[in-house]
Nanobody, 116 residues
Framework: QVQLVESGGGLVQAGGSLRLSCAASGRTFSSYAMGWFRQAPGKEREFVARFSPSGTSTYYVDSVKGRFTISRDNAKNTVYLQMNSLKPEDTAVYYC?????????WGQGTQVTVSS
């Protein structure tokens, strides 16, 4: 019954910004690990950013460090990904993820396209 819905994607020029949102429902997820992955055309899905299960630590793939920031609002059961200084290589479908009792759940994805 876990449901994740991503939003906030779109088409932006290089150097622009987007803020992705992932609204979770079915239960509260404040004590679970949540994060973001992305999948570019012809490539495998890759890790982008996540919280530790405790929510006290964050992790980022090297290519987005200093540009992306993951945050969460437990009251709204929502996780965000603030993306600044976007590059064409950031173009991908971005997926929200939560791990509950050893099972990974995914949203439907939101398209981010960055033009030169």
């Amino acid at each position: 019954q876990v449901q994740l819905v991503e939003s906030g994607g779109g088409l932006v020029q290089a150097g622009g910004s987007l803020r992705l949102s992932c609204a979770a429902s079915g239960r509260t997820f404040s004590s679970y690990a949540m994060g973001w992955f992305r999948q570019a055309p012809g490539k495998e899905r890759e890790f982008v950013a996540r919280f530790s299960p405790s929510g006290t630590s964050t992790y980022y793939v090297d290519s987005v460090k200093g540009r992306f920031t993951i945050s969460r609002d437990n009251a709204k059961n929502t996780v965000y990904l603030q993306m600044n200084s976007l590059k064409p290589e950031d173009t991908a479908v971005y997926y929200c993820n939560v791990r509950v009792q050893g099972i990974n759940y995914w949203g439907q994805g939101t398209q981010v396209t960055v033009s030169s």
